[in-house]
């Protein structure tokens, strides 16, 4: 009988992302978390094999660099584009008052 995981998948996913798209380490990503970095490591092991899809071998090393530099940038983007969102709802509720 498979165990179930105390972790939901998509927690797992954003976690696992969360290390390869921000160029962090797993110990640190992991501390933060507070989940087992050996876990995490599978947990980003996992994820790096979905994403590549067998299709590693098909980028050269400068568009695998250009590839991982996109995905921090996104990763990025995001986390400031949330933080805006925040501010909005603050400021609109301040405006209010």
């Given at each position: 009988?498979?165990?179930?995981?105390?972790?939901?998948?998509?927690?797992?996913r954003?976690?696992?992302?969360?290390?390869?798209?921000?160029?962090?380490?797993?110990?640190?990503?992991?501390?933060?978390?507070?989940?087992?970095?050996?876990?995490?490591?599978?947990?980003?092991?996992?994820?790096r094999?979905?994403?590549?899809?067998?299709?590693?071998?098909?980028?050269?090393?400068?568009?695998?660099?250009?590839?991982?530099?996109?995905?921090?940038?996104?990763?990025?983007?995001?986390?400031?584009?949330?933080?805006?969102k925040?501010?909005?709802?603050?400021?609109?509720?301040?405006?209010?008052?």
């Amino acid at each position: 009988m498979a165990r179930q995981s105390k972790y939901p998948g998509e927690f797992r996913r954003q976690a696992a992302a969360l290390v390869l798209d921000s160029g962090r380490t797993i110990r640190d990503v992991g501390r933060e978390l507070g989940v087992n970095h050996e876990t995490l490591r599978n947990w980003v092991a996992q994820l790096r094999q979905e994403r590549d899809g067998g299709q590693s071998s098909s980028l050269s090393g400068d568009e695998r660099a250009e590839l991982l530099r996109l995905r921090r940038q996104v990763a990025q983007l995001e986390l400031e584009k949330e933080i805006l969102k925040k501010a909005a709802v603050f400021f609109a509720r301040e405006t209010e008052r």
